[in-house]
């Protein structure tokens, strides 16, 4: 049964289409970033406001679209699972707030604990497998939606929303709340692109599952 993407060639059209739908999702997040500062201002980038909403939609999208993957289409379990791993931590991660207000303090890491080791233990017993998965997965475009969404969320987010950078900005007229928008505008950003990586996934899957269909 193939394991890789069948090499049938997808159409300008199709490619251009999906371009376009993921130039919309971006320009409507911004969009409603803007919507947010307007009319939401007792809420605006707070856990209740749109911006951090979305992303737990977002998440949670992602974490739909790979259960699809791997436990109806069946393709790539052992890549699908590690990355269901890191999406569900993240997903978990963003209701921090809500888990240390309703649950216990720090719950939230327990949580990620109890999602990241028992998946991690398994990607390492399968390691074979994983190998031979992620050298197909790899060479996706979905693998680099992937890595840039994870460099734009964990790594340049983090160093742009540092409280020492906005603070030599803005120097006397520092104000929190412009370093958090900036922060949480550009998380969002990455996360959609870990959605478009996983939308991408799910479309490379169905063409296997459907390669296996055929070849059966």
């Known amino acids: 049964m193939p394991s890789s993407p069948p090499q049938w060639p997808l159409s300008f059209g199709y490619t ?3 371009a376009t ?3 919309f999702f971006v320009a409507g997040i911004a969009q409603g970033g803007y ?31 790979l259960i699809y993957v791997r436990q109806v289409l069946k393709v790539w379990p052992t890549v699908t699972l590690l ?8 997903l978990v991660r963003e209701q921090d707030y809500f888990l240390d207000y309703y649950v216990a303090d720090n719950s939230w890491k327990v949580l990620v604990s109890l999602i990241v080791i028992p998946s991690l233990a398994w990607v390492v017993v399968q390691r074979r497998r994983f190998i031979e998965e992620f050298s197909h997965y790899s060479n996706t ?17 983090r160093l742009y929303g540092r409280q020492d950078f906005w603070r030599a900005v803005m ?13 949480e505008a550009i998380e969002l950003l990455g996360y959609s692109l870990i959605l478009f990586a996983m939308i991408e996934l799910l479309l490379i899957a169905r063409r296997i599952y459907k390669a296996r269909q055929v070849a059966r």
């Open 83 to 90: 990355l269901l791993a890191f999406v569900a931590a993240s």
């Open 171 to 183: 120097q006397d007229n520092y104000i929190r709340e412009f370093k958090d928008v900036a922060e």
């Open 16 to 18: 251009l289409l999906r």
């Open 21 to 23: 739908l993921y130039m």
């Open 141 to 157: 475009f979905a693998f680099g939606l992937f890595t840039g969404g994870v460099l734009v969320t964990y790594i340049f987010s």
């Open 35 to 65: 919507f947010e500062a307007l009319y939401l201002p007792d809420v605006r980038y707070t856990e209740l406001g749109f911006t951090e909403f979305t992303q737990t939609l977002v998440l949670a999208s992602c974490c739909g679209l």
